[in-house]
């Protein structure tokens, strides 16, 4: 057999002196990888499904493009410039080279990148061949999509072909420069011949149009036909056809992917009474009851309805609906916070084993959350180095693994805060792998309402790029008011038609041509009336008074589990203190300022005492921030809150009497005391919240209840009129100027994240700091890490030395111990590398504490991080 010159290039090369072979023919790597996708494709439909819909063609015709692209993706390897990276590997396949001939510097051989520059030699090769030219460039445009797709594998899509791509005649002689492009030729010539003519095509035929998901499809299928592993894709150097070889691959490719936990296996559909807690007498309710009259289409569907009523198990099952229909392969759940991310994850353990097959991978986007062993092994493979250094699949892999929040988007069901879907649309590398996973899956996205303008502006951009996938969104919220409503249907072409008194609970469904349909619930399915008492109180700054806190005091005393939730960190950190030192009544003390590792303890001791379950031998008080006010299944006797718009006040209520159990006396009926300015000076509450407006219409609602709220006519009566874009007619003149400055902020909020999400910057690192920088608009954006300075370097505040920490879990076990603080902090604190602070602490006995420009900033288990200035200045937390 002539020995083809394609198989004169290594695709994978072992440093000298390793044991092994000492490269792995490229034409058989590109194979291998190919191989696994060519598996991948046959085992999950939503893949399948989704290359069919972009394409338009057979799935026979769609997936031999697929793999003919794929294929090509280390093209860029076939050139002496990378060649050389491996100079003994070049000796033993092409021994007549004359490295006399070429004049590369070092400089040219290790800044040689073979992805984008693999993306522009093959425009300069083809270009002849194909016909494309400044004149024209309609074929190129067809070629262009799905070469950066598979050229970009290493972590940045390529844009345009570089001119000066190609090896000039002054860093090589002409024969060099033949060789390569003949053995790139050829190789193109191959695929075509192994996987375009036996599907009738030819790479004389433009591409179809390609699926937004073949990028992620690429990478990942790159990482896992890059495992050298013994009994996996080992090196080979022996020459054969490439149809034989390419079967071997393929069935190691079956052992591989089935061994890595990647592929889903659905469980039959059901019912929704499956996924109901096992007690007597547990049927379908109000939504669940509409979950098989919801159509088996891929569509954005927006569930609207009371806490409590059943909004995830409906969202779960219709979920599984649509996986059995093979119209997605898993599920990704994104959450608001940390707090409603654990307590989700708990609810999913038990619906995971019935909805898929096999130990489903359940990931939660944070915390040391297993991945598949097997998959995860790919991990532990990156201390094999190769001559690619840095460019290496496999230690890429190890990368973008080494963190949960990453590895959510691999699994079968994964469970993660909203910041981890929204960076899937913003210049940061190897996003498009999260685009894989969210594409491939049925997205739910729970408590839509609490992100702001600036997140809204990333979150509308995620539903296009789903909906471009060919996937499914689920949003979930107790209500939204009729423009977010509208905004939301939108983003897929859908239109909601604009009623005097719209239904609720409502379920709206837009399918893949915004064809829009509203499912409302029978009379007989209806919630439950509702009636809570409301007291409203008038104090400065919203701050608890002395007689306030005594009567919370007498309440716990009497058996009373009672919350106050307050908008800023520094409030709960001072109250729970005052409380402390005025009564022996257990406080508990939760918000955003813990390290993290710190904040999951006390959050599960939160839900093991106030929780469904808890144990209330005694009473007790709790003091919270916001991290209590979304999806925490809490119940308390008495609730205190400082005044919030008026959707996140009905959440708060949500935690108030949630069950039905037995209450201390004078504490049967739910009651909620809501704290007012006494002025309309909103202070740092307004800067949290940003309109004002909102406030003060909040403020007079519940003036104007005559000491009762009744649900659930209250979700759309209360919140269509504090959210109408039309004036009341008698707000004050500073509410009215500042609701115009805070729209202005939210027109350029929206427009900053438009900007981003286009701007063509050097893709970002993907950390957790920049993950939270690039994500939230100001608040909230920053993460320290705490540590102390020792004699043998910086240590943990538990000790740990940092340069001790277990290489593979270092990541992780730095993210446990980071700290979330608002942006406002910058002023004082240094400069980060890549969203992360360190800040240097002193140990005090329990507490940490260092003083930088003015500012005392402390750290303890029982009240987090504190700061302290000469002025009473409060932060969100």
């Not at 010159?5 to 990888?33: I, M, N, Q, S």
């Not at 993660?416 to 996973?437: A, E, N, W, Y």
């Not at 469904?509 to 829009?516: F, L, P, Y």
């Not at 709790?622 to 718009?645: G, H, K, R, Y």
Request: hydrophobic share 40%; proline share 5%.
């Amino acid at each position: 057999m002539a020995r083809k010159t394609y198989f004169k290039y290594w695709g994978k090369a072992r440093k000298e002196g390793e044991e092994g072979a000492l490269y792995h023919l490229l034409p058989y790597h590109c194979l291998d990888v190919a191989a696994v996708a060519d598996v991948w494709w046959d085992k999950a439909p939503a893949i399948e499904n989704a290359f069919v819909e972009a394409t338009t063609l057979s799935s026979l015709q769609g997936k031999a493009w697929a793999l003919f692209f794929i294929a090509l993706h280390d093209y860029g390897k076939l050139d002496m410039r990378f060649q050389l990276k491996a100079p003994t590997a070049v000796g033993k396949l092409y021994p007549e080279f004359d490295k006399e001939l070429v004049g590369f510097s070092g400089l040219n051989i290790r800044d040689y990148f073979h992805g984008p520059l693999g993306f522009s030699l093959i425009y300069h090769d083809l270009k002849s061949r194909l016909g494309w030219n400044e004149y024209d460039e309609s074929v190129w445009n067809a070629w262009q999509p799905w070469l950066a797709a598979v050229t970009g594998h290493h972590g940045v899509i390529p844009d345009q072909p570089d001119a000066q791509a190609e090896i000039s005649k002054r860093q090589a002689d002409a024969c060099i420069i033949e060789h390569d492009r003949m053995a790139r030729l050829e190789w193109v010539s191959a695929l075509e011949t192994l996987f375009l003519k036996p599907a009738g095509l030819s790479i004389e035929t433009p591409p179809p149009p390609c699926s937004s998901l073949l990028a992620g499809f690429c990478s990942v299928s790159d990482w896992l036909g890059s495992n050298s592993e013994i009994g996996a894709f080992e090196y080979e150097t022996k020459q054969e056809p490439l149809s034989s070889y390419y079967q071997r691959s393929v069935s190691i490719a079956q052992g591989q992917l089935a061994a890595s936990g990647l592929l889903s296996t659905k469980r039959p559909y059901q019912g929704v009474e499956s996924l109901l807690p096992k007690v007597k007498d547990a049927t379908p309710k109000q939504l669940q009851t509409l979950v098989d009259k919801l159509p088996l289409t891929s569509g954005l569907t927006l569930i609207e309805a009371p806490t409590g009523s059943g909004k995830t198990e409906t969202a779960l099952a219709y979920a599984w609906r649509l996986l059995d229909e093979g119209l997605a392969d898993s599920i990704i759940f994104a959450l608001p916070t940390q707090a409603t991310a654990n307590a989700m994850l708990k609810r999913l353990q038990a619906c995971a084993p019935l909805i898929f097959n096999n130990q489903p991978n359940l990931v939660l986007a944070h915390g040391k959350s297993a991945f598949n062993e097997d998959f995860w092994q790919l991990k532990n493979n990156y201390q094999q180095r190769t001559e690619q250094g840095s460019e290496e699949a496999r230690v890429q892999c190890a990368e973008w693994l080494s963190t949960s929040r990453k590895r959510t988007f691999l699994g079968q069901i994964g469970v993660c805060t909203v910041d981890q879907v929204l960076i899937s649309v913003l210049p940061v590398r190897h996003k498009f792998v999260r685009g894989f996973g969210l594409g491939k899956s049925i997205l739910i996205v729970d408590e839509v309402h609490a992100y702001d303008s600036y997140m809204y502006g990333l979150l509308g951009e995620v539903l296009t790029q789903q909906q471009t996938a060919g996937g499914s969104v689920l949003l979930l919220s107790a209500t939204l008011p009729f423009q977010q409503r509208s905004a939301l249907t939108k983003t897929w072409g859908g239109c909601l038609p604009h009623q005097e008194k719209p239904p609720y609970p409502l379920v709206t469904h837009v399918d893949m041509r915004g064809k829009t349909r509203a499912f409302e619930l029978p009379e007989t399915q209806q919630p439950e009336a509702r009636l809570v008492a409301v007291e409203v109180l008038a104090k400065p700054q919203l701050l608890a008074d002395d007689e306030l806190v005594q009567q919370m005091i007498q309440a716990a005393t009497q058996g009373a589990q009672v919350v106050f939730i307050c908008n800023l960190v520094d409030v709960a950190q001072t109250l729970a203190k005052q409380l402390r030192e005025k009564s022996d009544v257990t406080i508990d003390l939760f918000h955003a300022r813990y390290r993290f590792c710190d904040r999951q303890a006390i959050e599960k001791q939160v839900l093991e005492k106030y929780g469904k379950d808890g144990k209330r031998k005694q009473g007790s008080i709790l003091i919270a921030t916001q991290v209590v006010e979304q999806s925490l299944d809490l119940d308390f006797d008495w609730m205190i809150t400082q005044l919030c718009p008026v959707d996140l006040l009905f959440q708060r209520l949500g935690r108030l009497h949630r069950h039905k159990r037995p209450r201390p006396p004078g504490f049967g009926r739910p009651k909620c005391s809501v704290l007012i300015t006494d002025d309309d000076d909103y202070g740092y509450h307004g800067l949290i919240y940003g309109n004002t407006r909102v406030l003060w219409r909040t403020a007079q609602m519940l003036l104007n209840a005559k000491g009762e709220i009744h649900f659930p006519a209250a979700y759309r009566n209360w919140i269509e009129k504090v959210y109408q874009e039309e004036g009341w007619g008698d707000e004050p003149e500073a509410v009215t100027k500042s609701y115009e400055e805070f729209f202005e902020e939210s027109e350029a909020s929206q427009f900053t994240a438009r900007q981003l999400m286009k701007s063509d910057v050097e893709a970002f690192s993907d950390t957790d700091g920049n993950v939270a920088a690039l994500t939230r608009d100001g608040e909230m954006s920053l993460n320290l890490l705490p540590v102390i300075q020792s004699k043998n370097g910086p240590a943990l505040l538990d000790g740990e030395l940092i340069k001790n920490l277990d290489e593979w879990w270092r990541d992780e076990a730095l993210n446990l111990n980071m700290v979330s603080v608002p942006n406002s902090w910058r002023k004082f604190l240094d400069d980060g590398e890549n969203g992360l602070i360190t800040l240097s602490m002193e140990k005090e006995g329990k507490e940490a504490k260092v003083i930088l420009k003015g500012v005392t900033v402390k750290y303890s288990p029982a009240y987090g991080l504190e700061k302290e200035v000469m002025t009473n200045e409060f932060v969100k937390g």
